[in-house]
């Protein structure tokens, strides 16, 4: 099923390429009727969201209503209450840790604050998941920690310490790190927080670049809303404990919804 949508944002540029139709791919990954509470504290309510193959989708919504919690249930680092979460056409809910194991190798995560080991160098941070994966040839990590360095940026730098390397770079590892097991989906938490407006730039463009040259799906999280409408396809607004509008970029401003729009144009200078 495709579903099409005409451009009608007139000059709009993504990754130097003309888009004048929207198209949205097979679903890949769902939320449906997710139910989520920390002790009284109710999360989620009958909270829904498809998100669809290749494209790039930016969940927005204000500080603590569960955005980063979306991606860790996803992951099943947390489990809903009640609810279905799918992936690849699998159930995620109730799956242990071992079944856990061939989903999370097709999804990567850049988690917020992009925590990098400090205990090991770039090169060994790059490596964990392919280890985790079961990787063992060193020559092949090796190759591949220098291939996501290119990628990102950053070549020659697997020698080096967390501590040497500035706020951006560590970013732009961690972006390494979580490509380095070929995902077909990506999960960015909050990839630009604490970064001045050219790294943010470099990040925004190095997400579109991966969604164009790895046609990945992505999902990112972020309240900046400048990076939101660089990077996204649609945007997610959680809001009242659920995905209270969802829709392509260009639709924000002509949407009888005006609580999206209103949260959009209060956060555009954060
Ligand atoms: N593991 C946890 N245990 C208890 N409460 C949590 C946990 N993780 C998140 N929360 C709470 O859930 C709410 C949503 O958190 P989060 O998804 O991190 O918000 P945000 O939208 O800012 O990313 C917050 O109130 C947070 O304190
Ligand atoms: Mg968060």
């Not at 790039?56 to 947390?78: A, D, E, N, P």
């Not at 970064?195 to 990945?216: A, E, F, G, S, Y």
């Amino acid at each position: 099923m495709i579903r099409t949508v005409e451009d009608r944002r007139d000059g709009d540029r993504r990754g130097g390429e003309r888009r004048d139709r929207r198209e949205l791919g097979e679903p890949i990954i769902e939320f449906k009727g997710v139910w989520k509470r920390f002790g009284k504290t109710k999360i989620y309510e009958d909270l829904n969201l498809t998100i669809h193959k290749g494209e790039t989708l930016t969940i927005i919504g204000g500080s603590g209503t569960g955005k980063s919690v979306m991606l860790k249930c996803l992951l099943r680092l947390l489990s809903p209450d009640q609810g279905s979460i799918t992936a690849f056409g699998e159930e995620i809910t109730g799956r242990d840790e071992k079944a856990m194991l061939p989903i999370r190798a097709r999804i990567g995560m850049l988690f917020q604050g992009a925590a990098l080991f400090d205990s090991l160098n770039v090169k060994e941070n790059i490596a964990y998941p392919l280890r985790q994966h079961g990787w063992t040839d060193e020559d092949k990590i090796l190759h591949r920690v220098q291939e996501t360095l290119d990628m990102v940026n950053l070549p020659g730098v697997d020698h080096k310490w967390p501590a040497e390397l500035s706020g951006g770079m560590k970013k732009r590892v961690g972006l390494a790190r979580a490509i380095a097991i070929e995902p077909e989906v990506i999960l960015y938490d909050e990839p630009t927080t604490g970064l001045d407006p050219t790294n943010v730039k470099n990040i925004d463009d190095m997400i579109i670049d991966l969604q164009k040259r790895l046609k990945v799906t992505s999902i990112v999280v972020t309240h900046d809303m400048g990076s939101a409408f660089r990077v996204s396809d649609r945007l997610a607004y959680l809001s009242n404990r659920r995905i209270d509008w969802v829709g392509f970029k260009d639709e924000v401003e002509t949407t009888d919804s005006s609580s999206v729009r209103d949260f959009i144009h209060g956060n555009l200078d954060e």
